[in-house]
């Protein structure tokens, strides 16, 4: 441990030399190392922290960095002899022949800065494992924040020309027109709502919203099921509120077609029981994986889903529900919670490139009317995160036709809207469906129907 504590931290003194010295030769080589994110910090000597900060400065106000330049920028701010006096950026670009390799030098930099990071990290975890007024897994988490921070500050921006984003655009308006296929995503089961939407498309953050018992669950249910066990796209259902074995009775129940008090009590019928043995056949193999933790935490629920794409090849993720998620930071007020919670589930969905599909409670106001995005709960956040909402509404029996035609409807059917509230690549609208209270499975009311 001394031998450890007593060795330098990891750095190249000729790369950091070798990067300013590029930097003052070529004023390009500015925007270059600012895409990728340099910070001053990155390097480990003072002086050539003082000096990249020089040069951000001039670069700030629209002026070119060179040797000169810089040595009056370090005067102004008192900070020469801090930055090893003139001569030493000076020979700076004595280093180097050109500027062509600085985008290897600034990355060499950056990962030395990465691991001296890592090494910090490591030392609080020290730290922090001996302090037993924490929590180990409050400890656990902490440390994954970091570990997490210290990735997504490390993320490298870029452009591209349109001409090739183009290119990759007509290929996949030509693939799309050969295969003759509507659905370019991952299909629901409901073809009305697919021929709206496509299907749920990568990146997308989708949002289910309703008021509580109306049937959100049922519904992420009857989709997940359809996409896992029929389409047989690997799919992961975050469980917050219900556990794994509820959860799997629910599944059992409607697609099996058994009623699911006759799960919960065991009444069942020999036919009852065939159906429920044919059907378990079928889910065994089924790429279909649920994760049950009640009381999860956003850092968590990131964690398993990294790990789930990776190691399970997941293409969608269904979270039930959004209301649920706790956050690391509880002081704060709740809608802020909401707000950093949905921006990260959003940030999740570019980042895995795959569908997140989050229920959402909607509040009081949306009881009886029609809901409107202005109903998601606790953060307007959210109907601005969303690449499409959808709401379950049941409209108000009132007038002596409502309830002619609910008499004419068997009890256990209920009638209910699926509403495309908010699409931003798509049309809005209202998509008619029926719940069957017995199975809690959902079915479009078509014209036959």
Known sequence: MAQARDRTPPHDDEVE????????????????????????????????????????????????????????????????????????????TTLIPSSANIDYYAQSVQNFSLRRALLRVASEIGVKVYDESKESREVLEEVQQRIFDLSDNRQVFSFRKIGEVLQETIDKIDKVYKSKKPITGIPTSFERLDQMTAGFQKS????????????????????????????????????????????????????????????????????DFKKILDIAGKMYEAPFYIVDMPNMRLLDLRSQARKLCAQ?????????????????????????????????????????????????????DAQWEIPTLA????????????????????EQKKGKKDQEDEEKTPSDVILTDLIVAKQRNGPVGTVKLELQSKFAKFFPITKDH
Do not use: W
């Not at 670069?59 to 006096?85: N, S, W, Y």
């Open 312 to 364: 399970q090849a997941v293409e969608i993720i269904f979270v039930d529900y959004l209301g649920l998620i706790g956050h690391e930071n509880g002081s704060l007020p709740r809608y802020e919670q909401i707000s950093e919670i949905s921006r990260s589930l959003k940030s999740l969905a570019r980042e895995l490139d795959i569908p997140v599909v989050v229920l959402c409670q909607l509040n009081r």
């Open 17 to 92: 030399r070798a990067t300013l010295g590029s930097l003052l030769q070529d004023a390009e080589a500015v925007d270059a190392v600012i895409q990728q994110h340099l910070r001053p910090d990155d390097f480990y000597a003072r002086a050539n922290q003082r000096i990249f900060e020089a040069v951000l400065s001039l670069d700030e106000r629209g002026l070119r960095p060179d040797i000169q330049t810089v040595i009056q920028e370090l005067k102004q701010l008192g900070k020469l002899d801090e930055a090893g006096g003139a001569a030493y950026v000076s020979s700076l």
């Open 375 to 394: 109903n998601l709960r606790d953060s307007g956040s959210i109907e601005q995160d969303a690449d499409l909402v959808l709401f379950l509404h049941r």
């Open 204 to 271: 997308e953050f989708v949002v289910i919203g309703a008021r509580p018992s109306v049937g959100k669950t049922a519904l992420a249910l009857n989709m997940a099921a359809h996409i896992a066990f029929h389409e047989k796209i690997p799919t992961a259902f975050f469980s917050l509120e219900m556990s794994d074995i509820a959860l799997t009775q629910r599944l059992i129940s409607s697609e099996a077609a058994v009623e699911g008090n006759k799960l919960r009590s065991g009444f069942l019928s020999p036919a």
